[in-house]
T-cell receptor, first 116, second 119 residues
């Protein structure tokens, strides 16, 4: 079974600074994807960034980048130049790529507050 | 592309009543997922459809829950004899088929959710 753990229930950062959200996961599979989703207050969940496990290069999307450590089963999210609009719940998730539904397994989330 | 839509957005019901939620996925997305999210938790998988076939159900989906996707387009999730423990946000997500040539099939697009409160 897959599990995803986010050990930081809440974090805060000053606008324009950098923050890193932690995530660890456990799976016995070799082929899987990892994701960070953002859920702003009272708004729907949107994909921030995704990483294929077979790729060694860390994914980046503008101000968002990940540090994927496969051996350590760690997948942290770095947000650079934080903006007020980054305030949201951030969920780390994993999905297997074979044998069925590709259902997402989520962590409990980290509530990020960006302060002006 | 109008995104995934869910109706109603909010539902308040009394214990023991039946409720039904609807999800309209992004057009041409053949995969559809239902998740449940309780306060302070991440979403938990409930069930998955590929076209009209329900291919996987979580153990969370008790006999009081039933989901359908009769024509492979919209889906409904029904909860019979609701209990207070059913109070949660019910999220729907869709993803495109593998042959679409567009976004990766593993990217799921979420709707705004239906918030259920059982009194």
């Amino acid at each position: 079974a897959q599990t995803v753990t986010q050990s930081q229930p809440e974090m805060s950062v000053q606008e324009a600074e950098t923050v890193t959200l932690s995530c660890t996961y456990d799976t016995s599979e070799n082929n899987y994807y990892l994701f960070w989703y953002k859920q702003p207050p009272s708004r729907q969940m949107i994909l921030v960034i995704r990483q294929e496990a077979y790729k060694q290069q860390n994914a980046t999307e503008n101000r968002f980048s990940v540090n994927f450590q496969k051996a350590a089963k760690s997948f942290s999210l770095k947000i650079s130049d934080s903006q007020l609009g980054d305030t949201a719940m951030y969920f780390c998730a994993s999905a297997l790529t074979q044998g069925g539904s590709e259902k997402l397994v989520f962590g409990k989330g980290t509530k990020l507050t960006v302060n002006p | 592309d109008t995104g995934v839509s869910q109706n109603p957005r909010h539902k308040i019901t009394k214990r023991g009543q039946n409720v039904t939620f609807r999800c309209d996925p992004i057009s041409e997305h053949n995969r559809l997922y239902w998740y449940r999210q309780t306060l302070g938790q991440g979403p938990e998988f409930l069930t998955y459809f590929q076209n009209e076939a329900q291919l996987e159900k979580s153990r969370l989906l008790s006999d009081r829950f039933s989901a359908e996707r009769p024509k492979g387009s919209f889906s409904t999730l029904e909860i019979q004899r609701t209990e207070q423990g059913d109070s949660a946000m019910y999220l729907c997500a869709s993803s495109p088929p593998e042959t679409s040539g567009g976004p990766s099939p593993d990217t799921q697009y979420f709707g705004p959710g239906t918030r259920l409160t059982v009194l």
